[in-house]
């Protein structure tokens, strides 16, 4: 249930309903907002009596959320999660941000190369695995802490925030050590004590949705994190488990779509290990771009033919700096169409392509 407060509710009134769902045995998460708080409850295994809330002071309404998730959930804050890092920032309104990196750190040379590559072209944040989890436990496990210190030598040298993966529990602290935001693979989704570990930290969570996982599920993760006190979680769809072989797994768009719709948190694509493929890295990643969502983590290799790890679906680093070509004239026309009046229920018009020339440079300006 969503407690909201008057405007010139005091801080007793706030106070107060704080207490009252305190002693009833319920949690309370005030949410400012522009001109007044909102509480939150949370931690009730049935339907709240909103009695008990609407005769207190200060109190302008009581709002009863159905869905199971409620911390993640626009209906809680409606406004936009925005997470900042030194020199880049994820959520609405932020740009299109690009992560880009190899699949795993396999040395000083070859990161350094990629990132400052990545950085030329428009990339904002760097990813490498130092521990990878693999399928058989023959293939290249990671460098472990000494990929950890080449991230570190990384954002050093570049500026970059950088990304990497808490294979599980144990090794969440040495992650969370070098590293700005933490992330938690699709395998991990739901491994509950390494989410509510993640939800302690103070740094950002990239939460990949399990590889078998419904959206409900995915966001039901998050609320782990956020229910331990990290509202800083980045979602990223990375594609699902489905019959077909022309793609490693299948890209979901409409659940970014829908987890943009239903959450404030920022919403990325990884369209690496969607596909698993390089020709279909760049046509995902402008399909996520045009889908309006805040970003997409693609994997980028100096050499993919001789990469430890996902090769095949690295893209070259010419083709990143194709990929960010493409993304950029996206970008601007996504600004353009968002801007036009919408018509019937449809955030972009379609009339609005009519208004659109895609010049021959790939500048894209909208006519007089
Ligand atoms: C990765 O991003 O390095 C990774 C292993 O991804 P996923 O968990 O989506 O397979
Ligand atoms: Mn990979």
């Known amino acids: 249930m969503l407690v909201v407060m008057k405007k010139d509710a005091s801080q007793e009134d706030i106070a107060r309903v704080i207490e009252k769902a305190r002693t009833v045995g319920y949690e309370a998460r005030p949410i400012p ?16 009596d909103p009695a008990l809330f609407d005769s207190c002071p200060g109190v302008k309404e009581t709002i009863p959320v159905t869905k199971p998730y409620k911390l993640v959930s626009r209906e809680f ?12 920032s994820i959520g609405n309104n932020e740009g299109f941000t690009v992560i880009a990196g190899p699949c795993a750190i396999e040395n000083e040379h070859q990161a350094l190369n990629i990132a400052h590559h990545a950085k030329r072209y428009g990339a904002k944040m760097f990813r490498g695995g130092a521990y990878k ?6 293939s290249f496990q990671g460098l472990g802490e000494d990929g950890l210190k080449i991230l570190a030598k990384v954002r050093e040298e570049t500026g970059l925030p950088v990304v990497s993966e808490a294979l599980d529990h144990e090794l969440f602290d040495i992650v969370e050590e070098y590293c700005d935001v933490i992330q938690i693979g699709t395998r991990n989704m739901q491994n509950f004590s390494l989410l509510r570990r993640a939800g302690r930290s103070k740094k950002p969570v990239l939460l990949k949705r399990g590889m078998s996982s419904t959206v409900e599920e995915w966001l039901m993760a998050a609320e782990y994190i956020l229910h331990e006190g990290n509202s800083q979680v980045i979602l990223c769809e990375r594609g699902i488990r489905t019959f077909g072989n022309h793609s490693r797994n299948t890209l979901d768009l409409s659940a970014a779509l829908f987890v943009m719709k239903e959450t404030h948190l920022p919403v990325i694509i990884d369209p690496s290990h969607a596909s698993g493929r390089r020709e279909q890295v760049i046509p995902l990643s402008r399909a996520a771009c045009s889908l309006g969502v805040h970003g997409i983590m693609v994997e980028v290799h100096n050499s993919p033919e001789k990469a430890l790890s996902d090769g095949p679906q690295s893209l070259t ?26 018509h019937a229920g ?17 500048a894209i300006k909208q006519c007089a």
């Open 33 to 48: 907002g522009k001109e007044r708080i909102a509480i939150g409850i949370v931690g009730n295994d049935h339907p709240i």
């Open 77 to 88: 804050n409606p406004r936009d999660t925005i997470i900042r890092l030194n020199s880049c």
């Open 133 to 138: 989890p693999r399928t058989s436990p023959y």
């Open 317 to 342: 680093l010419e083709e990143f700096a194709e990929l960010m070509r493409h993304v950029q004239i996206i970008s601007e026309a996504m600004k353009t169409l968002t801007s036009l009046p919408s």
């Open 346 to 362: 449809m955030e972009i018009g379609s009339e609005g392509l009519s208004h659109i020339n895609i010049h021959q440079e790939g």
